[in-house]
């Protein structure tokens, strides 16, 4: 455990990891969904490094010890799988709103999964909805305009400023983003993603770095990971899809723990408020972002079910901690096959 793991444990009293009882390992039958699951775990030419973390969680979970089949298409939702819950990776789908379909899915089966309802992870998919509730919770948030798709692009609802960015209204790893100068800019970027199918989100652009809070449950609570600070060589750039997914050379950031202080405890209190909406979720990322210029931390968005890469952000901060990222897996599992009843159900089906 490194010095910082050993300082934060004290600090916190951090319980450790979670395992699942061997009883819900034989008895209860789980499926894994994700695109690229049944792949080699080579980066796609697409996806990028998306393809290998699906491969990885494969392996993670098999190495857990879980009863474990594996999907790679919504179909196999259609009609009920014979299993008993599902772990739902394959989160966007080349439509808008797919994060809702695997959950909404389950629902009609009546069939358990981990994270959070479809209506949560609709309001967590949807960036200008979450904003709102930033706003309703007392928590800032960076100026924004939405446009839907079919509504009139109507230059007075755009924010005031010198530089935007423009992004699809429910996405993830920057797919999508650009940025612009000027009204002519930010129009040209809307029908652009108009045309694509999404609706669009316009931000005043704040020049700084992201603040990424993970969160998992335990004991039926949310618990902090050690926050992070994803710190860009030039915070005035955009971080692009294309570096998100490893598709280019070079990284043009640099992912670190944010040192104890007012700022950390500002932003780990507004994400405190912030994951309250959105319970129960089981783990995912809540993002700030911290204005160079003046010191200011806005609410940025929310990643319900994020990326559980062992080289992403939510596995880095475990390992501060001392975790590992199988420990990290099984501990996400367990606690959401517990609050569903789960595991006490595979005890009663061992004992009869």
């Known amino acids: 455990m490194t010095r910082f793991a050993q300082a934060y444990v004290a600090q916190t009293s951090v319980p450790g990891p979670r395992s699942l009882p061997l009883e819900a390992k034989r008895a209860l039958r789980i499926m894994l969904i994700a695109k690229h699951a049944k792949g080699t775990g080579a980066p796609h030419p697409e996806d990028g490094t998306h393809a290998v973390y699906h491969r990885e969680m494969r392996q993670t979970l098999e190495d857990i010890g879980v009863n474990l089949t594996v999907a790679d298409d919504y179909s196999v939702l259609f009609e009920r799988p014979d299993v008993d819950f599902l772990f739902p990776l394959l989160n966007r789908a080349g439509f808008m709103n797919s994060e809702m379909l695997a959950p909404l899915l389950c629902n009609r089966l009546s069939l358990p999964y981990?994270?959070?309802?479809?209506?949560?992870?609709g309001l967590s998919d949807d960036k200008h909805l979450t904003k709102r509730a930033a706003v309703a919770?007392?928590?800032p948030t960076a100026p924004w305009a939405v446009y839907r798709r079919g509504a009139p692009i109507d230059e007075a609802q755009c924010p005031q400023g010198q530089h935007f960015?423009?992004?699809p209204n429910a996405?993830?790893?920057s797919w999508g983003v650009s940025d612009a100068h000027d009204w002519a800019?930010?129009?040209?970027a809307v029908i652009r993603l108009h045309a694509e199918g999404h609706d669009a989100i316009v931000?005043?652009?704040i020049h700084g770095h992201d603040i990424e809070i993970s969160a998992i449950t335990l004991d039926g609570e949310p618990f902090i990971l050690p926050t992070q600070i994803v710190e860009q060589a030039d915070p005035s750039l955009l971080r692009t899809y294309a570096?998100?997914?490893?598709?280019?050379?070079?990284?043009?950031?640099?992912?670190?723990?944010?040192?104890?202080?007012?700022m950390l405890r500002l932003a780990e209190e507004r994400a405190r408020v912030m994951m309250r909406e959105f319970m129960p979720f089981d783990y995912g990322r809540f993002e700030f972002r911290l204005d160079v210029s003046t010191g200011e931390v806005q609410f940025l968005e929310v990643n319900l079910n994020c990326n559980l890469w062992s080289r992403k952000t939510i596995s880095i901060a475990a390992r501060q901690i001392g975790w590992s990222h199988e420990e990290l897996i099984e501990t996400i599992l367990t606690e959401s096959l517990e609050r569903q009843?789960?595991?006490?159900?595979?005890?009663?089906?061992?004992a009869a």
Do not use: H
């Not at 981990?114 to 209506?119: D, R, V």
């Not at 800019?185 to 040209?188: D, E, H, K, N, T």
């Open 114 to 121: 981990l994270g959070a309802s479809p209506i949560l992870r």
């Open 243 to 262: 570096e998100k997914r490893n598709l280019t050379d070079g990284q043009a950031y640099e992912i670190r723990p944010l040192e104890d202080g007012p």
């Open 137 to 139: 919770r007392g928590i």
């Open 185 to 188: 800019g930010v129009r040209a």
């Open 341 to 350: 009843g789960l595991i006490q159900r595979a005890f009663d089906v061992v």
């Open 203 to 205: 931000e005043r652009f």
């Open 165 to 167: 960015v423009i992004k």
């Open 171 to 173: 996405s993830s790893a």
